[in-house]
């Protein structure tokens, strides 16, 4: 059974970082695409930024240029650094993975706010 445990959630100012951290039970380069997702309360879950088994990285609009994703292959990991950060980031954080079946993490709270 796979297993994706997310990290790195908390409560930040709005200009500041954080790093959520996604670990895997197995090798991730066994996966075609990994990605991040976020839901707010009331609203639907959206996909934040993703990363193909070959490198290739795909982000929404409203966190393009402020978000990245990135893997460590050795470590089964897969990250988020998101950068200046805004009340409207506030969402719990899930990580996905997909190789011919859909796997979800348990999820995080990010918490902007001053």
């Known amino acids: 059974q796979v297993q994706l445990v997310e990290s790195g959630g908390g409560l930040v100012r709005p200009g500041g970082s954080l790093r959520l951290s996604c670990a895997v039970s197995?090798?991730?380069?066994?996966?075609?695409?990994m990605a991040w997702y976020r839901q707010s309360p009331g609203k639907e879950r959206e996909s934040v930024a993703r990363?193909?088994?070959?490198?290739?990285?795909v982000y929404s609009a409203p966190v393009q240029g402020r978000f990245g994703i990135f893997r460590d292959n050795a470590k089964n990991t897969v990250y988020l650094q998101m950068n200046r950060l805004k009340p409207g980031d506030t969402a719990v954080y899930y990580c996905?993975?997909?190789?011919?079946?859909?796997?979800w993490g348990q999820g995080t709270q990010v918490t902007v706010s001053s």
């Open positions: 996905w993975a997909y190789k011919g079946e859909h796997y």
């Open positions: 197995e090798s991730i380069s066994s996966f075609s695409t």
């Open positions: 990363m193909t088994s070959g490198g290739a990285t």
